[in-house]
């Protein structure tokens, strides 16, 4: 999986679409459930990488955090007005999204009555890839010096409900 993620990785330009480096991000670890093992693999990984004692072990750390410091900075690059901590949360969050997908229970299938149709690993990518792309797109215009000092809604809000 690393290696067709690095092979994807490694063909885009300076200013890479972001579309295509979700793409280079989710295509091999949803094309990898598909596979004989596939399945056992990711629930492995998901088990390995909420364990508390993880890095303790250092496998997630030794195995994973090259690529994904790569994936990182190249995702930066392809969203460059964005926080470099925006676009760590959104790697944060797509991982945990992937995890989630690869270990797939059968809860998607139950709860949308099968109309969410995860046995088309075609259907899996673009629905993941459209997701993320938006979200981290719907940030850019969002995102300005002012706002990221600006306290959360939430804590506004209770400053308001006490007095």
């Not at 925006?86 to 009555?113: C, D, E, P």
């Not at 890839?129 to 809604?153: C, E, H, M, N, Y």
């Amino acid at each position: 999986v690393r290696e067709k993620r690095l092979s994807l990785l490694l063909r885009k330009t300076a200013r890479p679409d972001l579309r295509e480096v979700l793409d280079a991000m989710v295509r091999p670890w949803i094309e990898l459930r598909y596979e004989p093992g596939g399945v056992a693999y990711a629930r492995l990984i998901a088990r390995e990488v909420s364990d508390p004692s993880e890095a303790s072990r250092g496998i997630i750390g030794k195995t994973l955090d090259p690529i994904a410091s790569r994936f990182l900075q190249v995702l930066v690059d392809a969203v460059p007005e964005l926080p470099e901590a925006k676009v760590h949360w959104a790697y944060h969050f797509l991982i945990a999204a992937l995890v989630w997908i690869m270990a797939n229970t059968g809860r998607i299938q139950r709860l949308s009555k099968g109309r969410c149709d995860v046995d088309d690993p075609e259907t899996v990518i673009r629905e993941t890839i459209d997701f993320f792309a938006s979200g981290i797109q719907g940030l850019l215009p969002a995102v300005t010096p002012r706002q990221l000092d600006r306290p959360l809604v939430a804590s506004s809000l209770q400053g308001k409900l006490r007095a």
